[in-house]
């Protein structure tokens, strides 16, 4: 609280008096000398922007004195820098023509739309480069669509770090924290609109987060007038793509509307079997009320179908390649994914902007509604139908006899070679041939589905003598229902709904045999409620900015069972105790100008914030058990920007250090311990994380046709504490020592305090050449090296019950302190090193804009591991030792593995 007074009274003596501000006036226009909706000016390194009206024209006063740098942007639009030299008397810079940027224009197209949903369970990788994609800052677009290849996350942040707002409605899901950017993929023409606050930088909109505030434009009257048609062909995601999108522009009586359209398909994408198949729809429209207020209707809905892939261990990478996919097999010479992602949730919206001299003030509400189904094989006192199971491969007749059985391990490497896919008709046969139509296999759905109602509303109010107050609230409701659901009986008559490894029921109050689209395995309810708001002030003058914010919370959360699970009589059905949480956070900064060219930012924040429901409960698909030590996740930051614009060369250079304290984290998988084999739920409390750094973007305009960039990350995330592990049963043995009654057992800690975090590459650099012909064609290339990316850790492996033998209960006799830390070293991935290009060419005929574009990633067709983690089925080290013998362990790290060469061919026509 203290620095936060300082920088108030800093900010009160920097107050210069008596100074004669300058007016300046212009007109900003495209080539055909129309008006650019949104367009706006900016003295570089101050932080107000100052708009274009309908006919393109600005007017504003500073107090700013010498020489300054004039910026003027626009989305879509190459963006063009002026000197002037202010001295009081007014300067009138009549019209500035922009031109169109193609390589803005269609920059979204390098994003890899796989990157956040690589793994086969997407909550162990969440990329963040969708909230990256409107600025300019230089490291943090090649953070975007250079680096994010290989899983690169700014400063090493989760993207829950960073918020996503559609007119000034925050995007971000409830059970997570994480934007969705699948809710609007397609609809890129529309969605471009963004601006963005980078890190801890104040925004008008909401508190923000550490990672950054993107907030997305919707209004009609903001967008293009005209109609665009773009088709696309890649091999990446997708194959093909086509978008259309009309804007009307504002016409007499005030209304404007905008219609966008897409299609995204592909039979397999760059990874076997993974197909696409999604349709996008947009609609929107405004009415001015009057010069100052307008309201805006809209709605939109990506719905979206893929095909998923697994992690590879090295064995099956080895053996079949880094492209193979164990998901799929072919069904009546169809290829059918057995594991399926389908998104379907449709948004509806109303915002209210009014916009005054002094006032801008945005209220909105959506409802959103939908789904997301994952897709997966069922089998029940059958084998399983995976062909990468570890008893098909060689590895286990290695590594699982008392001698090696090599003629069977070969055997096993013949079978996958010629087999290696999923066999549908066996699956039917195996149904067909059950005695009493009791299904051995079936396809189900997980499902996710949520109603959520938004509101929200934010002041900016500008004060005399170069003040500004702002104000925000919001209100937050959802009801989330998770269940899985037969999608498809396989040719079976019917499905008992029992856990398979305990024969217990998982519904009691079930009384007949499931069938297609039954509810089966578990059934609850998630009520989620957040209350928040904010209030922030800054100070803007020549030679010195300051902010301050606070921002406070309360949210509330119950679980509603509605199955009452046989394991668990007492805690599985009904509702379970309503956790009530507050939060609290503060930020401040300051911005110093050594000259109008040369300035350094300060920003500082510490936040209390509410965990997410995800962390909340222990098993909740199966029991009301709450985490037994829920409290508000504690992240303290901090950084440090020095920043320079000259004529020809401008960049930043930035360090950062946050540690994030008290968060937890809840894993669920099988393992061999040594307390013995089970299904577990392993709940980790007093996570402590630090992430510190360097980062830095220059940029260079050599000529008028070339420019070279240069940035670069040099980061340190790791583990800064050892948290404690507590694990919990689903079907408890003997009670040993260490398990209590329940069922659970308290591990102890565990010792993870130094090694690094599975954030990305924490050290990437990248050198870029930019040409631009004066004939409107222009080629890029960057060179990117990614290093000291790490493997994710199994934590169980490094408690106390690891050196446990499970036959005696007691440490193993070779489990030496030297030995254990031998056998679990963290696992550095290959340096990753790519070579990207991009191109294009546009002309302007009769008013009509037409775009080719043209990007090729991986041009060497490099092979890199882009992330992995360590299996947590070995919890025991006389385990973990046999099954490393060969050294191929059927138990090794499986990782995900980048694309090789790729490309991207987009045309466009703007009318």
Known sequence: ?????FLVALGYTAVVH???????????????????PNAFVQISGTSHKYFVNELGQFTFSTSLTGKQLLQIEAIDYQPKTFELILDGTPKDLGQLILYQDMALENSENLILLSDNELSDDEDLISGSMGLLQSTRDVFLTRAAFDFGQAFFKVRGYDSRNGIVMINGLPMNKALDGRPQWNNWGGLNDVFRNQTYSNGLEINSYAFGGILGNTNINLRPSKFRPGFRLSTSASNRTYKNRVMATYNSGQNDSGFSYSISTSRRWAQSGYVDGTLYDAYSLFGAIEYQISDSNSIVFGAFNAKNRRGRSPALTEEVAQLMGTQYNSYWGKQQGTIRNSR??????????????????????????????????????????APNPDPTYYKYLPSYHINNSISADFNNANLAERSLVNDPQLNWEELYKANNNSIDGKASYLLYDDISAEKRAVAATSFHLSLPSNWALGFGAGLAQSRMENYARISDMLGAQYHLDEDPFTETYNNLRSETPAGYGNKIG????LDYND??????????????????AASISSIEVKREGMFQNERFLENSFGDSETIKLPGFNVKGGARFFITGRHWFSLNASQLKRNPTPQNLFVNPRENNLVNPEITNELATSIDLNYFFSLPDFRGRVSSFFTRFQHTSDINFFFVDSGLGSDFVQEVLTGVDKLHKGIEWGLEYQASNQVKLTLVGNIGNYAYASNPNVEIYFDTAGEVDDLINTEGDADLGLANLKGLRLAQGPQTALAFGVEYRSPKYWWIGTTANLLDHNYANLSTIKRTQSFALDPETGQNASTASHDNVNQLLGQEKLDEIHLLNLVGGKSWLIN????????????LFDSTYRSG????????????MVQDNLSGSPSFGPKYWY????????????NL
């Open 522 to 525: 578990y059934h609850y309810k």
């Open 847 to 858: 008013k009509k804009y037409i775009s080719a574009f043209v990007s090729i990633n991986n």
């Open 868 to 879: 992995g983690y360590e299996q947590s089925r070995n919890g025991n080290y006389n385990q």
């Open 898 to 909: 980048g694309y090789g060469r790729t490309y991207f061919l987009n045309l466009a026509i």
């Open 1 to 5: 609280m203290r620095t936060f007074k």
């Open 340 to 381: 399926e992602r389908e998104i379907n949730e449709p948004l509806f919206l109303a915002s209210h902007f009014f916009q005054s001299d002094k006032l801008r003030w945005i209220t909105g509400v959506y409802y959103q509604i939908g789904q997301t189904a994952k897709s997966r094989l069922g089998y029940y006192d």
């Open 18 to 36: 008596g100074q004669t501000d300058s007016k300046i006036t212009g007109y900003v226009l495209n080539a055909a000398n129309n008006a650019i």
């Open 531 to 548: 209350l928040n708001g904010f209030v922030q002030i800054q100070y803007d003058s020549s030679r010195f900015n300051m902010y301050s």
